[in-house]
């Protein structure tokens, strides 16, 4: 028997959550599908699309070369999915919703982490900048070609305008995001705190012993071996990494709901109008969270190798932009005679930001040897 989903919605979700009902729309209308809600349809284009299928190539903090243990941005983006669909439906928040934003919030990141993108940045300056995400709705807006009634995957305007907070995360609001925004947002920063941990210890940047400096740390190893006394390190190392997101998760959850009842937030419109981000961990694992993340800045994203593999992807990403902007007609299907300098700019970036790392790299490598 077929079932709404908008009655589903109706009997699961709590009243501040976004029901599907509700959404405005997709700026090409189309018909409602008849056994998938307009969420669920939006993670679908998500996953099929190319950029989507791309992270599996792509550095979230260490590259390919230094091991097959460690993250790719799409077991990044997965990780994010797990832990915002898990708090999303412990506070009945909509699931669709939070995982089409979730597996959508990293699109938009081009080879080489970070380091790929202040080089992107800095070749751009004449046209905007690049910023991952920004880009993640051009490329769901713009540049992913897959359907023929429009660019993009017209993902519903819900999901486009939760990116857009990620990419005007400076700029001043007058109005919060949904909830699922936030949650996405909440989850993204316990993956990562996690799991960078979990892989620079992997990698050996990092020891055990330096972690237990760190509160967080410290009090999920300490949890671990008073329920477990004879582990191994490796052991404790996971077995303190499955804590530690446990702790965190718990902690959001509690922390959201106490907030919401406080705030007696009864709908999206109370979500928005309220003055700060209503999913957020309390204040003292704020802290404790900061701690960790400093502690991570200084001892791994600024680790000499991690550094170093920077350096040379940065150095190939740019030399690559500078080989591409002067010779145009090298990309791939674009009829580039009569375009503006700033629409070569933007074109060679879209290009070399839609790589993978391992594309980029025959790519740098095919230029060096003409
Ligand atoms: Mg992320």
Not at 1 to 10: A, F, G, N, R, Y
Not at 11 to 20: G, I, K, N, T
Not at 242 to 259: A, G, M
Not at 280 to 301: I, M, Q
Request: a negative charge.
């Amino acid at each position: 028997m077929k079932v709404p989903d908008t009655q589903l919605e109706s009997s699961a979700l709590a009243p501040y959550a976004m029901h599907s009902s509700n959404s405005t729309g997709r700026q090409h209308p189309e018909d409602a599908h008849p056994y998938r809600g307009p969420f669920q349809r939006d993670r679908d284009r998500v996953v099929h699309s190319s950029a989507y299928r791309r992270l599996a190539h792509k550095t979230q903090v260490f590259t390919g070369d230094m091991g097959d243990y460690h993250r790719s941005r799409l077991t990044h983006t997965l990780e994010v999915a797990s832990i915002a669909r898990t708090v999303g439906r412990a506070l009945c928040l909509n699931e669709d919703l939070i995982e089409a934003m979730a597996l959508m919030h990293d699109i938009g990141h081009p080879p080489f982490g970070h380091a790929g993108e202040d080089v992107l940045n800095d070749c751009t300056q004449s046209c905007g900048g690049f910023n991952h995400n920004a880009h993640a709705l051009r490329i769901v807006t713009l540049l992913e070609s897959r359907y023929p009634g429009f660019p993009g995957l017209n993902l519903t305007n819900e999901v486009l305008s939760g990116q857009a907070t990620r990419s005007n995360k400076s700029a001043p609001s007058s109005e919060q995001p949904l909830l699922e925004v936030q949650v996405v947002d909440a989850a993204d920063s316990i993956a990562y705190d996690t799991h960078d941990a979990d892989d620079a210890l992997e990698l050996g940047l990092l020891d055990v012993k330096e972690l237990l400096g760190v509160s967080l740390w410290y009090d999920a190893a300490k949890r671990v071996q008073d329920r477990y006394t004879s582990l191994s390190t490796e052991q404790l190392r996971r077995a303190a990494i499955h804590q530690l997101i446990e702790t965190l998760v718990s902690d959001l959850i509690d922390t959201t709901r106490l907030r919401l009842t406080d705030a007696q937030v009864d709908s999206p419109a109370d979500v928005a109008a309220h003055a700060d981000f209503l999913v957020a961990p309390s204040a003292e694992f704020r802290e404790k969270k900061t701690e960790l993340e400093e502690f991570l800045f200084e001892r791994v994203y600024r680790h000499p190798t991690v550094l170093a593999e920077r350096s040379v992807a940065g150095a190939a990403l740019r030399e690559m932009f500078e080989r591409f902007s002067a010779t145009p007609q090298l990309l791939p299907g674009t009829a580039t005679s009569q375009m503006a300098e700033k629409d070569v700019a933007r074109s060679v970036c879209d290009f070399l930001a839609g790589m993978t790392d391992r594309h980029a790299l025959e790519e740098y490598r095919n230029g060096v040897n003409y």
